[in-house]
């Protein structure tokens, strides 16, 4: 993976774990962003993670394994945090989750 993608692949990573930090009780709201601009794409947090599926489907089996055994802690408190949307189509479980609209 060239270097530019890495530094993508880690500015995701932090976004994850932005939206996730600090612990709190309450439920998250994942916010739709519509800007098509490449540095804004991050702020959904369900792009963040979007990016991250990519990389571990790209990733060497090592650094695959690292990153995977991070963005499954990440998903279990992103599951526990928020909502399930019942009536979402949506292909990945990350974005069946209720959003602000």
Same mark, same amino acid.
């Not at 369900?46 to 090592?62: F, G, K, T």
């Given at each position: 993976m060239e270097k530019r993608?890495?530094?993508f692949v880690g500015s995701? $990573? =932090?976004r994850y774990q932005e939206? #996730? /930090?600090p612990p709190r009780r309450w439920? $998250?709201?994942?916010? %739709?962003d519509d800007c098509?601009?490449?540095s804004c794409c991050l702020d959904d947090? *369900?792009? &963040? =993670?979007?990016? #991250? +599926?990519?990389? $571990? &489907?790209? #990733? %060497?089996? *090592?650094a695959r394994? +690292? $990153? =995977? *055994? =991070?963005?499954? &802690?990440l998903d279990k408190e992103y599951r526990r945090r928020t909502l399930p949307d019942l009536w979402s189509d949506q292909e /990945? !479980? !990350?974005r069946r989750r209720l959003t602000v609209n």
């Open positions: 993608t890495g530094q995701a $990573l =932090r939206f #996730l /930090s439920p $998250l709201y994942p916010v %739709p098509p601009c490449p947090v *369900r792009n &963040a =993670r979007d990016v #991250l +599926e990519d990389a $571990l &489907a790209q #990733l %060497p089996p *090592r394994a +690292e $990153l =995977r *055994r =991070r963005v499954m &802690a /990945s !479980w !990350w």
